[in-house]
């Protein structure tokens, strides 16, 4: 069994920046990734980590913006978030994957398993 606890979610201005934590714990990891929920709004991939060979994937609408990043001595999943826009208002869930489902790609929902209560971030 896998649990996994986000951190650092909160309010900022635009432009701002936030990090995001996530603390694994439990079985070997395939692969994690950060995703969001906004309002009305289907879960959609923010970013994802493949943690063993540490291979990234962004969405369009974060690249150049977010950070994923690990720390494996921790079994902690990051999300550095700079320049901030009203748009990434949502709640952001961290994610897992112990089955190596590799023929799911890492951005899709149904890749990961394990799921997170979520971190609100909001800004405004």
């Known amino acids: 069994h896998v649990q996994l606890v986000e951190s650092g979610g909160g309010s900022v201005q635009p432009g701002g920046s936030l990090r995001l934590s996530c603390a694994a714990s439990?079985?070997?990891?395939?692969?994690m990734g950060w995703f969001r929920q906004a309002p009305g709004k289907e879960r959609e991939a923010v970013a994802t980590?493949?943690?063993?060979?540490?291979?990234?994937y962004y969405a369009d609408s974060v690249k150049g913006r977010f950070t994923v990043s690990q720390d494996k001595a921790k079994n902690t999943l990051y999300l550095q978030m700079n320049s901030l826009k009203p748009e990434d208002t949502a709640m952001y869930y961290c994610?897992?994957?112990?089955?190596?489902?590799?023929?799911?790609?890492?951005?899709?929902?149904?890749?990961?398993?394990?799921w997170g209560q979520g971190t609100q971030v909001t800004v405004s």
């Open positions: 980590i493949y943690t063993g060979a540490g291979g990234t």
């Open positions: 439990g079985l070997s990891l395939s692969c």
């Open positions: 994610a897992a994957d112990t089955r190596d489902w590799w023929w799911i790609l890492p951005l899709t929902p149904s890749r990961y398993n394990y």
